[in-house]
């Protein structure tokens, strides 16, 4: 499985946008790249998900670069709700994107 | 509401006890998984199950054991309770264990070894 590696926080400000960066050098040919958002207490909740380029939904965009060894969530004019941890996982399939790893802490602050 | 039902919510009980989690998945959801997650600490991955068939094994403990009955909803049993095993326990549903997806989680259930 690809190990994904992000920063442990972040901090921002309400309205700014937010750039959490996943580094995934050993990511295979099949893997997809999916995000992850959750709040204290609460179960995880999809995001985005991306193979190369560019993807964007109502929420986000993913920016993934051609090597593939990195990929960009981007978070437009944060808000306070948006304080939550982010995780980053690689896989083929929901079978094996099984590992969460510690995720990225967002700090929104007024 | 990601549509997967988790029960129950909240569960005290001691040491060396045992109980059950129960996990209803998305209608139409054939996998389902089990995670735990301690105090501040990521997502620990336990167990995959798909259509009544365990598909992958995480971090599991001896002491704890799963199933899926064919009505597709899963058991999670914690048995010889530890303080260390008080954590927040999360199902998650998708529709296939082979194909791209996201993982839809229920609310967990909280459970507190005393």
């Known amino acids: 499985l690809a190990k994904t590696t992000q920063p442990i926080s972040m901090d921002s400000y309400e309205g700014q946008e937010v750039n959490i960066t996943c580094s995934h050098n050993?990511?295979?040919?099949?893997?997809?790249i999916t995000w992850y958002q959750q709040f204290p207490s609460q179960g995880p909740r999809f995001i985005i998900q991306g193979y190369k380029t560019k993807v964007t939904n109502e929420v986000a965009s993913l920016f993934i670069p051609a090597d593939r060894k990195s990929s960009t969530l981007s978070l437009p004019r944060v808000s306070l709700s948006d304080t939550a941890v982010y995780y980053c996982?690689?896989?083929?399939?929901?079978?094996?994107?099984?590992?969460f790893g510690g995720g990225t802490r967002l700090m929104v602050k007024p | 509401d990601s549509g997967v039902t988790q029960t129950p919510k909240h569960l005290i009980t001691a040491t060396g006890q045992r109980v059950t989690l129960r996990c209803s998945p998305r209608?139409?959801?054939?996998?389902v998984y089990w995670y735990q997650q301690s105090l501040d600490q990521g997502l620990q991955f336990l167990i995959q199950y798909y259509n009544g068939e365990e598909r992958a094994k995480g971090n599991i403990l001896e002491r704890f054991s799963a199933q899926q009955f064919p009505d597709l909803h899963s058991e999670l049993n914690l048995s010889s309770l530890e303080l260390g095993d008080s954590a927040l326990y999360f199902c998650a549903s998708s529709v296939s264990s082979g194909q791209i997806g996201e993982l839809f989680f229920g609310e967990g259930s909280r459970l507190t070894v005393l």
């Open positions: 996982l690689v896989g083929y399939n929901a079978g094996n994107m099984l590992t």
């Open positions: 209608s139409g959801d054939l996998s």
């Open positions: 050993n990511i295979a040919t099949n893997d997809y």
